[in-house]
Nanobody, 111 residues
Framework: QVQLVESGGGAVQAGGSLRLSCVASGIRLIFYRTAWYRQMPGRERELVAQLGRDGHTTYADSVKGRFTISRDSSKNTLDLQMKNLKSDDSAVYYC?????WGQGTRVTVSS
């Protein structure tokens, strides 16, 4: 059974930092196209950052220079380091290892 479990969400003030982590079981993340998505109330889920099997990364324009996606093969985790957070970053963040999804972790940024 495949499980993706996110952690690290919470409440932070604008300008602060958070690190999200996603632990995978049942699959090895290095063999999957992985990503972090987020969903704000009333809006569609959107791609935040993607890490391919070849290590290539892509980021949404809104988070470039502030967020970093990474993978720890030994721990089988996918992480998202978020810095200089803004209120617009408030959302539920989802770990994705195509086609599997985590349950999400909420990030709330107060201005």
């Amino acid at each position: 059974q495949v499980q993706l479990v996110e952690s690290g969400g919470g409440a932070v003030q604008a300008g602060g930092s958070l690190r999200l982590s996603c632990v995978a079981s049942g699959i090895r993340l290095i063999f999957y196209r992985t990503a972090w998505y987020r969903q704000m109330p009333g809006r569609e889920r959107e791609l935040v950052a993607q890490l391919g099997r070849d290590g290539h990364t892509t980021y949404a324009d809104s988070v470039k220079g502030r967020f970093t996606i990474s993978r720890d093969s030994s721990k089988n985790t996918l992480d998202l380091q978020m810095k200089n957070l803004k209120s617009d970053d408030s959302a539920v963040y989802y770990c994705h290892a195509f086609p599997h999804w985590g349950q999400g972790t909420r990030v709330t940024v107060s201005s």
